[in-house]
């Protein structure tokens, strides 16, 4: 549920950790988070994170009102670096390096961008008020330039 909501909102990890249950919208698959300089923006939730979300929450025995806990009692509200940790030890047991939420921002921006959303909603997806910074985010997918380049500017 943690690694699917950080791939499908491209939230930030504090905006993640700051949300509580009653945040998320299942109707609607979103939810409202609270960015830099408290900005507010609405993040959304694909199919994927939407079930193993509700799957998560229906096993949660806790009354803790926060989204994320951790595994044992007290069932304290996961922090930025209680989020880190866990994404740590999956990388580990995963065998893969290098395994941080700010990578799941990145790849879900660069996704985006590559299969074809507008970089103006990529920017308002990201929260970011420039799209100068949304554009450090987005590797360039140099097949994508090529064939846009045959499509736009070869005949």
């Known amino acids: 549920a943690l690694v699917d909501i950080l791939y499908s909102t491209a939230a930030r990890v504090s905006e993640i950790a700051a949300l509580d249950r009653a945040d998320i919208d299942f109707v609607e698959n979103g939810c409202i988070v609270h960015g830099k300089g408290g900005k507010e923006r609405e993040v959304y ?5 939407a079930y193993h979300l509700q799957m998560y929450l229906c096993g949660r025995t806790d009354q803790n009102p926060a989204l994320f806990v951790g595994l044992r ?5 996961l922090s930025k670096n209680g989020i880190e940790a866990v994404l740590r030890r999956l990388g580990v047991a995963a065998g893969v390096k290098n395994v941080h939420p700010h990578r ?20 308002t997806l990201a929260g970011h008020a420039s799209p100068n910074t949304t554009m450090i985010y987005c590797t360039v997918d ?14």
Do not use: I
């Open 45 to 49: 939730l694909n199919a994927s994170a």
């Open 104 to 123: 799941y921002r990145r790849t879900a921006l660069t996704n985006a961008a590559n299969r074809g959303m507008p970089l103006q909603d990529v920017q």
């Open 142 to 155: 140099r097949s994508k330039v090529k064939t846009e380049h045959k499509m736009y500017l070869a005949s």
């Open 73 to 77: 009692s007290p069932y304290e509200r």
